[in-house]
């Protein structure tokens, strides 16, 4: 639905997505970006509909958002362009309301991805194939 391509010093903040086919949030080749105060409703029955996916971003500050589903940090996902690795994201505050999987992948170029203070009542999955340095800190995992 949104997506950046080689922006710096970006702002998402304070918007609603709803029923959104795919991915909601992408940016790529971004440095500098905040996502803050997002909403985020994906249908019950759609099987790809990611929330936030950086892809060759750096220094990605994603807060106090509901609902972001899944958070992936990609490198590879796109074979035709150039691409590096993912590096200082910041995950903070963010309220899952429902009990569905939370999903927060790093690829093998991916470095310093912190995970700190959300609530997150479904199913947590960490995937690291070789990234470095994955932090989790003062979350809440409840049914």
Sequence with gaps: MVTTYEFSNVLIE?????NPPFWTIMPAFT???????????NPDN????????????????????HNMVYVKTSSNRLPYLKLTNCSNILVTNCYQSESIPVFITADEKSENIYIANNVLPGTVALHNSKGKNIYTQNNILSR
């Design 14 to 18: 304070g918007v609603s997505f709803s």
């Design 31 to 41: 440095d500098n970006i905040t996502i803050t105060g997002i909403t985020i409703e």
């Design 46 to 65: 759609s099987p790809d509909t990611d929330g936030i996916d950086p892809s060759s971003c750096k220094n990605v500050r994603i807060s106090n958002c």
